[in-house]
């Protein structure tokens, strides 16, 4: 059974940084392209970033663009987002998924997701 734990959320000011982790079990993970997917109160969860199974592609949604930076450790099975500059509209819980393809940013597309990590980001 697969299974994505994310952690590294809290509260931090805008202008701080947080770093979150996504340990994945049970998948081929160095096979897998992952994504990272945020949900603001309120709203539908939005695609943020995501990175190819080879680790040295990525792409990300515009509204994080050059603030955001995604990672990832095949031996450790794991996925990071590096977050800096956070912004009060970056407030949301942050979910990991593995993709069914590289270059999908649909959440609709996925039925199960783990627990997520709560960043808040507030003076």
């Known amino acids: 059974q697969v299974q994505v734990a994310e952690s590294g959320g809290g509260l931090v000011s805008p202008g701080g940084s947080l770093r979150l982790s996504c340990l994945v079990s049970?998948?081929?993970?160095?096979?897998?392209?992952m994504g990272w997917f945020r949900q603001a109160p309120g709203n539908e969860r939005k695609f943020v970033a995501a990175?190819?199974?080879?680790?040295?592609?990525?792409y990300y949604s515009q509204s994080i663009q050059g603030r955001f930076t995604i990672s990832r450790d095949n031996d450790k099975n794991s996925v990071y987002l590096q977050m800096n500059n956070l912004e009060p509209e970056d407030t949301g819980v942050y979910f990991c998924?593995?993709?069914?393809?590289?270059?999908?940013?649909?959440?609709?597309?996925?039925?199960?997701w783990g627990q997520g990590t709560q960043v808040t980001v507030s003076s």
């Open positions: 998924q593995i993709l069914d393809y590289f270059g999908d940013c649909e959440p609709v597309h996925y039925e199960h």
């Open positions: 049970g998948s081929s993970f160095r096979f897998d392209p």
């Open positions: 990175i190819h199974e080879n680790g040295r592609n990525s």
